[in-house]
């Protein structure tokens, strides 16, 4: 079964910080370019962080750049968001995906940052 399960989220103070982990199947993480996405409400889903098949390069949107570092690990079949220095704006659900999108989506994870 084709599967996209994210964990990690959670409450946290401004400041704080947290990491999500992303599992997938074998074929997936084989195959695709992987990216974080979230959506805020009232929100578009955006992408804040891809990493290339290999590791071996890695983007994240302006927002996010210096405090979020994406990695995976293709041998767990796992894909990992360090959040550090998390802000109030980066509350939002939190979903892994490939690049380019998959047909779809996992549960997300909710991250909530208070001020």
């Known amino acids: 079964q084709v599967q996209l399960v994210e964990s990690g989220g959670g409450l946290v103070q401004a400041g704080g910080s947290l990491r999500l982990s992303c599992v997938a199947s074998?074929?997936?993480?084989?195959?695709?370019?992987m990216g974080w996405y979230r959506q805020a409400p009232g929100k578009q889903r955006e992408l804040v962080a891809s990493i290339t098949i290999s590791g071996g390069s890695t983007a994240y949107v302006d927002s996010v750049k210096g405090r979020f570092t994406i990695s995976r690990d293709n041998a767990k079949n796992t894909m990992y968001l360090q959040m550090n220095s998390l802000k109030p704006e980066d509350t939002a659900v939190y979903y892994c995906?490939?690049?380019?999108?998959?047909?779809?989506w996992g549960q997300g994870t909710q991250v909530t940052v208070s001020s």
């Open positions: 074998r074929s997936i993480f084989s195959s695709n370019a």
């Open positions: 995906n490939g690049l380019p999108l998959l047909r779809y």
